[in-house]
């Protein structure tokens, strides 16, 4: 079993930034990968970003490129999201996931997520 906690959520201005943060624990993390999704009320969750187990290989939605980075730390157990220019669009409770499997790339569907966090929310003023 994985416990995922997430922080660093909070309300931010539009344009500003935010850094989320998801710590494991349970299971090896190097053997997890890890994504990040969000819900916004009304709305399905979304694939907003992943990272594969060795950190090689990254994944963004098309609503977060070139303002998202996420990033992960195996010595600390922890991933993140750096959020920057944020935009109203952006308020959603966001979750972190870990997937469990090997694959080649990163997976962008929740099912073939095994593992969630309770979520952090990020409100976006205008």
Same mark, same amino acid.
């Given at each position: 079993?994985?416990?995922?906690?997430?922080?660093?959520? $909070?309300?931010?201005? #539009?344009? $500003?930034?935010?850094?989320?943060?998801?710590? #494991?624990?349970?299971? #090896?993390?190097?053997?997890?990968?890890?994504?990040?999704? /969000?819900?916004?009320?009304? %709305? !399905?969750? !979304?694939?907003?970003?992943?990272? &594969?187990? +060795?950190? $090689? +290989? &990254? /994944?963004?939605?098309?609503?977060? %490129?070139?303002?998202? @980075? +996420?990033? /992960?730390?195996? #010595?600390?157990? &922890?991933?993140?999201?750096?959020?920057? *220019?944020? %935009?109203?669009?952006? @308020?959603?409770? =966001?979750?972190?996931?870990?997937? %469990?499997?090997?694959?080649?790339?990163?997976?962008? !569907?929740?099912? !073939? =997520?095994? =593992?969630?966090?309770? $979520? &952090?929310?990020? @409100?976006? *003023?205008?």
């Amino acid at each position: 079993q994985v416990q995922l906690v997430e922080s660093g959520g $909070g309300l931010v201005q #539009a344009g $500003g930034s935010l850094r989320l943060s998801c710590a #494991a624990s349970g299971r #090896a993390f190097s053997g997890l990968a890890m994504g990040w999704f /969000r819900q916004a009320p009304g %709305k !399905e969750r !979304e694939f907003v970003s992943g990272i &594969t187990q +060795i950190g $090689g +290989i &990254t /994944r963004y939605a098309d609503s977060g %490129k070139g303002r998202f @980075t +996420i990033s /992960r730390d195996n #010595a600390k157990n &922890t991933v993140y999201l750096h959020m920057n *220019s944020l %935009k109203p669009e952006d @308020t959603a409770v =966001y979750y972190c996931a870990a997937d %469990k499997d090997w694959s080649v790339g990163v997976r962008r !569907e929740p099912l !073939e =997520y095994d =593992y969630w966090g309770q $979520g &952090t929310q990020v @409100t976006v *003023s205008s």
